[in-house]
């Protein structure tokens, strides 16, 4: 008998799908390249890389322009911003485009390591790739001319460091970031007002304000993403806020949900005068918080409960945090401590703690100032060791929420557009402020770099490789280029002459823009923090190594579009050929459906027409 249909529902005579032999090695083809090699190779990325420097270029100094970028929606984008404007750009050829990647990198990795700088280092790098190619042009050997590059940065990085000053007060603070905003002095004064309140461990925080002018606002202590566990516990109802001065603070990683756990210390508190209690632990339910909302009620207590902030491993390090600043001992779940065995000098104390529905807000006592420090010391050594971004400012936060320093500068503006603007700059002079506290300052306006090179020669000579010092000459030659450019910027018919005139000139002197005169660059307050200068020159260094050692560009294949079936059922395009009608005439028309001639009928005269469907 004869099945129709087989299990598994595959019909009889049909083939089944075929598997490959288990073990097989199944390859997937790649996609198609393109490849250049050699000094074509070199050129195209070269295009890139001149397209995102010349169009950076253009910002840098205080009379630097801006540059329109396209919005996808909304208004158009009007920045000074260099890595902004660099990440923006893609190329439509892919070698140039690659080109253009390259440089970006180098934007990118100086924002990120410095936060500011990255015009500079973008130019930098073009200056040095001109140079390095003019040199393996005429023969030179690329590896060899790497090496040179990198031992002259080596030595010019070591003098930086020798010659930046440390930052002596509010003034220099106010100089970096008015010269890093662009020349900006209200935007200095706010960023140096905001660091005297939050100190140099503290944070700033940029935000976009709803007014048009912009305001800083200092959150005072540490603040703590939790808020009370019932409503019940608040002090205000009007502003719906708990608030207590000089009260005790019980911090723990347990669950407290029976009410004898924590009966025998509300009973040590109640005898030691009943001073306000805030209980900080993993949770409060049950017959616990019912217990403790009646008796906070009724006037019996005055209490209140938040959870810990924070998730796993994170949360115990955030309660050891809120522990040493209140001067309270942890008591941890892993340590075998229990809740009923707390003695009431175990609690800690808060001068104010101030609890809402989302966040709390502790203000220490200053004779745990000794004890914070050491924290922030053991938690910027983390910091030094940790790769993760996530971690970085993780660990931050924290450093500054103990430090009890979190400064919120929001920004005002007429317009949108205005607005972006002003956030990039406030947030290049917040990276330059901490960059300089962090490492010193040195001349700024290209001048640090320019009388930098003029260390290069007496370098040269102890190198032996005469291709190392063609190296040499290739650093030397590209430090001298933002002095040159900021000259042009600034209306300078020739850059060069500018460049010439400080040359010889001591470490300090250099080019001021805006006055267009020659001064003492630290005297006159246009400073450049060291961290920036030299990330800029290391990433600098290390991405023209590898442009130089570049022998071949490898690029996907542009797939080209395939041409779209017509679709069906649509209208008929008739073809007249040789016969014509007069616009005005009167024309039947007949086409079968399916069939791909039509009969016209004009006036008694009948043509067979071929049509083609659309």
């Keep these: 008998m004869q099945t129709s249909a087989l299990k598994g529902g595959i019909s009889a005579g049909a083939r089944a799908p075929t ?21 074509d190779s070199r050129r195209k990325l070269q295009r890139g890389i001149n397209a995102v420097a010349d169009a950076v270029a253009v910002t840098l100094g205080p009379r630097g322009r801006n540059v329109v970028l396209e919005s996808p929606y909304g208004v158009p984008q009007v920045i000074n911003d260099g890595v902004t404007i660099a990440r923006a750009i893609e190329l439509e050829d892919k070698f140039e485009n690659a080109g253009a990647q390259l440089i970006k990198e180098v934007a990118g990795r100086t924002n990120d390591s410095a936060g500011d700088g990255t015009t500079t280092a973008a130019v930098l790098a073009r200056e040095m790739i001109h140079f390095g190619l003019q040199a393996l042009t005429a023969g030179a050997n690329p590896a060899s001319l790497k090496k ?23 003034q220099d603070i106010m100089n970096v970031a008015t010269i890093s905003a662009g020349n900006d002095e209200a935007i200095g004064a706010m960023i140096a007002m905001a660091l005297d309140k939050v100190g140099s461990n503290g944070v700033l925080s940029i935000e976009g304000g709803n007014t048009s002018e912009t305001v800083v606002e200092v959150q005072e202590g540490m ?18 806020v708990c608030e207590f001065e ?33 209980i900080i632990a993993e949770n409060v339910t049950g017959e616990a918080l019912a217990t403790l909302v009646v008796n906070k009620m009724r006037g019996v207590l005055n209490v209140c409960a938040i959870m810990a902030p924070g998730f796993g491993e994170r949360r115990k390090a955030l309660l050891q945090d809120i522990a040493i600043v209140t001067n309270a001992e942890f008591i941890a779940k892993d340590l075998g401590m229990k809740l009923e065995n707390v003695e009431f000098d175990q609690l800690g104390s808060a001068r104010k703690a101030t609890v809402f529905q989302g966040t709390t807000t502790l203000i220490a006592d200053q004779a745990t100032r000794e004890e914070i420090e050491l924290r922030v010391q053991q938690l910027k050594k983390e910091l030094s060791e940790t790769d993760s971004l996530y971690d970085t400012e993780k660990l931050s936060e924290r450093i500054a929420k103990l430090s009890g320093g979190v400064a ?86 020739d850059g060069d002459v500018i460049v010439q005139k400080l040359l010889g000139k001591g470490f300090n002197m250099g080019y001021n823009a805006m006055d267009n005169t020659i001064v003492d660059m630290m005297a006159a307050g246009v400073i450049d923090p060291a961290k920036v200068t030299k990330n800029g020159m290391l990433n600098a260094c290390s991405i023209t190594g590898i442009m130089l050692t570049t022998q071949a560009v490898m690029v996907d294949k542009p ?23 007069h616009s005005s005439s009167s024309v039947s ?15 008694g005269i009948h043509r067979h027409l071929s049509c083609t469907q659309l």
Excluded at 21 to 29: F, I, Q, S, T, Y
Excluded at 559 to 581: H, I, R, S, W, Y
Excluded at 590 to 598: Q, Y
């Design 148 to 170: 040179g590059i990198d031992k002259t940065c080596a030595f010019l990085v070591a003098e930086l460091k020798a010659r930046a000053t440390p930052v002596k007060g509010r």
């Design 589 to 603: 028309l007949h086409a079968p459906s399916g069939n791909r001639s039509v009969t016209l009928s004009h006036q």
């Design 223 to 240: 603040e703590i993403d939790r808020g009370y566990c019932s409503p019940q516990f608040v002090t205000s109802q009007e502003r719906l």
């Design 246 to 278: 000089n009260c005790r603070v019980l911090v723990t990683d347990q669950k407290i949900e029976s009410i004898r756990d924590i009966i025998p210390i509300l009973e040590q508190v109640s005898k030691a005068g009943n001073p306000p209690l805030l």
């Design 19 to 39: 598997r490959p032999a288990r073990g097989k090695l199944v390859v997937a083809a790649a996609e198609p390249k393109l490849i250049v090699f050699d000094a």
């Design 559 to 581: 797939k080209k579009e395939a041409k779209k079936p017509a679709p069906q059922g649509m209208a008929m395009l008739v073809t007249l050929n040789d016969l014509a009608f």
């Design 408 to 493: 919120v500068i929001k920004i005002g503006a007429a317009t949108e557009a205005e607005l972006e603007d002003k956030k990039l700059r406030v947030e290049d002079a917040k990276n330059a402020t901490f960059a300089a506290v962090e490492e010193g300052i040195v001349p700024g306006g290209g001048s640090a770099m320019l009388h930098l090179s003029e260390l290069v020669p007496k370098f040269k000579e102890s190198l032996a490789n005469e291709e190392e010092r063609r190296g040499a000459d290739i650093v030397m030659k590209a430090l001298r280029a933002p002095c040159r450019i900021i000259a042009n910027n600034a209306g300078v018919s």
